[in-house]
C-alpha cells in the first residue's frame, strides 16, 4: 500500500540524502494504516515540486515522544549532537502535547527506494 504525506524541505532533504532513517509521527488514525512492507510517498511542502518514495522497514510505538527519543539513536533522525531537551521541544514546535498525550508516537523505520 502507498501513503502520502508532506515533509518539510529540511527533513525531506534529509531522507533523500540517506541520513534521515528514521520518519516521526503521531501514531493518529491515518498512521494506523502503515504496515511494515508499505510504502511512503514523502511530498516536499510547501512547494509540493519534488517526491520521494521508501520503503517501511520497522514500526515502533511510544507513549511519548522523549520515549523514542531515549530508544532510538539521535544519528537516526539526522540529529547527532543534538540534547534530548532540543529534540523533544523541536518535536513540539510540529505536534503539541495534548496530541502527544491522545494519540501517542510512531517512529516509522525507513529505506530508500532507488
Same mark, same amino acid.
Given at each position: 500500500m502507498l501513503h502520502k504525506m508532506g515533509l518539510y524541505g529540511e527533513y525531506f532533504q534529509s531522507i533523500k540524502d540517506g541520513k534521515k532513517k528514521v520518519e516521526v509521527r503521531l501514531n493518529d488514525e491515518k498512521r494506523r494504516?502503515?504496515?511494515?512492507?508499505?510504502?511512503?510517498?514523502? /511530498?516536499?511542502?510547501? $512547494? *509540493?515540486?519534488e517526491s520521494l518514495?521508501?520503503?517501511?522497514?520497522?514500526?515502533?510505538?511510544?507513549?511519548?515522544?522523549?520515549?523514542?527519543?531515549e530508544d532510538i539513536p539521535f544519528?537516526?533522525?539526522?540529529?547527532e549532537g543534538w540534547s534530548m531537551e532540543e529534540m523533544v521541544e523541536g518535536t513540539?514546535? /510540529?505536534?503539541?502535547? $495534548? *496530541?502527544?498525550?491522545?494519540?501517542?508516537?510512531?517512529?516509522?523505520?525507513i529505506s530508500h527506494m532507488d
Open positions: 494504516q502503515i504496515k511494515v512492507g508499505d510504502f511512503i510517498e514523502f /511530498i516536499k511542502v510547501p $512547494e *509540493q515540486d518514495k521508501v520503503r517501511v522497514m520497522e514500526l515502533r510505538i511510544y507513549d511519548t515522544f522523549k520515549e523514542m527519543y544519528e537516526a533522525f539526522d540529529c513540539y514546535q /510540529i505536534y503539541t502535547r $495534548e *496530541q502527544e498525550k491522545q494519540w501517542g508516537t510512531l517512529a516509522i523505520i
